[in-house]
Antibody
């Protein structure tokens, strides 16, 4: 059974960089695409970006150059960095496996941007 | 960018009702569409992929269909556990979610 788990700070100061890691167990990141999605409190889902084990990435144009997604196949995990955060980046952040659509999700990590 | 317009944003229904939720894509996406169910405080759950294929373990009262750039999720007989928020998602080009439909108890 594939399991994903997000980890990282739950509180980030404005203008700093949000960093999260998604650890994958029961499967390998050497297949499929691996995604980050977020959900602001009380709002809908927003796709942030994905990475393939080959290193190919694609991200939401709305994030412009603030987002970096990387993968570490030796640790079977992938990561998200979002720079210059503001209160608008406060959300639950999810990682998800993208086989044909998102068949496995992490439980989510609430990240609050506040000083 | 491909936009997904989902409707309605909310609906009230009773147990046993037939419910339909629609998403319209801003351009052709073939059958690259998925539907998810989300309950409060939980990650979304995949219901349907490739517009009409039911994910393993999902009850058969859920079904998906497509007509042109319009996609529909139908629940044939609403059950108490189906009260939740539903999202469509296109994966034809990048990824985009619809705005969500909250299904509430009438």
């Amino acid at each position: 059974q594939v399991q994903l788990q997000e980890s990282g700070p739950g509180l980030v100061k404005p203008s700093e960089t949000l960093s999260l890691t998604c650890s994958v167990s029961g499967g390998s990141v050497n297949s499929f695409y691996w995604n980050w999605i977020r959900q602001p409190p009380g709002q809908g889902l927003e796709w942030l970006g994905y990475i393939h084990y080959s290193g190919v990435t694609k991200s939401n144009p709305s994030l412009k150059s603030r987002i970096t997604i990387s993968i570490d196949t030796s640790k079977n995990q992938f990561s998200l960095k979002l720079s210059s955060v503001t209160a608008a980046d406060t959300a639950v952040y999810y990682c998800a496996r993208d086989a044909i659509a998102y068949d496995y999700w992490g439980p989510g990590r609430l990240v609050i941007v506040s000083s | 960018d491909i936009q997904m317009t989902q409707s309605p944003s909310s609906l009230s229904a009773s147990v046993g009702d037939r419910v339909a939720i629609t998403c319209r894509a801003s351009q052709g996406i073939s059958t690259s569409l998925a539907w998810y169910q989300q309950k409060p405080g939980k990650a979304p759950k995949l219901l349907v992929y490739a517009a009409s294929k039911l994910q393993s373990g999902v009850p058969s009262r859920f079904s998906g269909s497509a007509s042109g750039t319009d996609y529909t999720l139908t629940i044939s007989s609403l059950q108490p556990e189906d009260f939740a928020t539903y999202y469509c998602q296109q994966y034809y080009s990048a990824r985009t979610f619809g705005q969500g439909t909250k299904v509430e108890i009438k």
